[in-house]
């Protein structure tokens, strides 16, 4: 059921109610999703504008927060504020901005990082990446695609950057209902960026790579790769632009072999490794990732250190059991290349496989490549990349190192 206030504010919002079987009390813990089944939808909730902003009740009718609603979601409802009389505006993203900003600031020596991690920065859908003085939203909840100008008009007062580009590409927006699209809001863009990490050098296409244009997640388990790369032959399979290859190189690496099937993101690699002066050491094959591991495995071919980064495998809970598949196929065709003593490094970026299940996954692919392993590091997303505690998807990365004999 829907009302509007008793109130004489000629801003107030609509009320929106949750059923009376729905958890009140998760939402008054911090859970930010209300799913599409807890809340009452009735005509004038139904006809609320996507990404429109009300106060939720629970079933008492008692106030949880300020909501932006999207009853054509499965989340059908994000708090934005647990303060009811809360007022979203450009000032209040501001301030979560600022908030955002002074922890990254905190943890960062330079401005190359992800700024804002959607719902754990209190910025529901929202993910926002810096490279200096740009920088790459996405905005992935229809809130967000609403006020995008708000939004970025904060982001150029809060941390002073010049150029602002929009990419509205990927899953999350097709299930909010929100086309694809990819435009420069302010400033230009006419060459790749390039971004200091882990001593490497990488090159940032932020108009047309994938998501944001690099992926900073994965910046502690290079450096842990780094460590196991002095003087060795690597492989970096799914190496997008050239993550953990530039990485090892950057570690004293004797070579690297970069594997995608862009050809795109490897000349970024290649461009990342003249920018490094170890161009020479950088080698690169495109193609399907399965087929140039079995291509390996037929030329004799082996290497100290192998990483597989492969794209989600499951995104989502129907496609795990293929994707956990997927995933003991890469272990398999991976461990067949590295030498005894060796080892190798297996990623997954599914929410939908669990540490437990992608563990199991991996171990029973090099199993039955017929190798023994002991798993020595297990490695996370970087703190930049936070996480709230009631949101399992928050932890989607996951990085197995292992030590290969036989």
Avoid at 266 to 287: V, W
Wanted: glycine share 10%; hydrophobic share 45%; proline share 4%.
């Amino acid at each position: 059921m829907t009302d509007l206030p008793d109130t004489s504010d000629a801003r107030a919002l609509p009320l929106v109610r949750l059923r009376p079987k729905a958890n009140a009390r998760a939402i008054r813990h911090g859970f930010p999703w209300v799913y599409a089944d807890e809340l009452a939808l009735d005509r004038r909730t139904k006809g609320l504008v996507p990404g429109a902003m009300a106060v939720l009740q629970d079933a008492e009718r008692g106030a949880l927060g300020v909501v932006t609603v999207n009853v054509h979601s499965k989340i059908a409802a994000r708090v934005m504020d647990q303060d009811a009389g809360a007022e979203i505006d450009r000032a209040w993203l501001a301030a979560r901005l600022r908030r955002a900003l002074a922890m990254r600031e905190r943890l960062s020596d330079a401005p190359f990082y992800r700024l804002v991690h959607a719902e754990a920065d209190g910025l529901p859908g929202v993910v926002i990446d810096r490279f200096g003085d740009a920088a790459v939203i996405q905005p992935n909840a229809a809130w967000a695609d609403r006020m995008l100008g708000d939004l970025s008009a904060a982001l150029a007062e809060v941390t002073g950057v010049s150029t602002i580009v929009m990419n509205g590409s990927g899953r999350a927006r097709g299930l909010e209902g929100l086309d694809e699209r990819t435009k420069v809001l302010t400033g230009s863009v006419t060459v790749p960026i390039e971004v200091p990490m882990n001593g490497a050098t990488y090159l940032a296409d932020l108009t047309g790579g994938q998501k944001t244009g690099l992926f900073y997640d994965q910046r502690p388990n290079h450096a842990f790769a780094q460590r196991l790369s002095r003087g060795a032959r690597v492989l970096d399979v799914f190496s997008h632009v050239g993550g953990f290859g530039l990485a090892a190189l950057a570690g004293g690496a004797e070579s690297a072999t970069c594997v995608d099937g862009s050809a795109a993101a490897l000349s970024l690699a290649q461009g990342g490794a003249r920018a490094m002066g170890l161009e020479a050491r950088l080698t690169t094959r495109q193609g399907d990732a399965f087929a140039v591991m079995e291509a390996l495995a037929t030329e004799g071919a082996h290497f100290d250190l192998v990483i597989c980064d492969p794209p989600a495998f499951a995104p989502a809970k129907q496609a795990l059991d293929a994707g956990l598949r997927a995933y003991e196929r890469v272990a398999r065709l991976a461990a067949s290349l590295v030498v005894p003593g060796g080892y190798l490094c297996l990623c997954s970026c599914s929410h939908a496989a669990d540490l437990t299940a992608f563990r199991n996954a991996s171990a029973r692919g090099i199993g039955r490549g017929g190798r023994r392993m002991q798993l020595i590091h297990t490695g996370f997303a970087g703190p930049d990349h936070p996480m709230l505690p009631q949101l399992a998807e928050s932890g989607y990365l996951k990085a197995l190192f292992f030590r290969l004999d036989g």
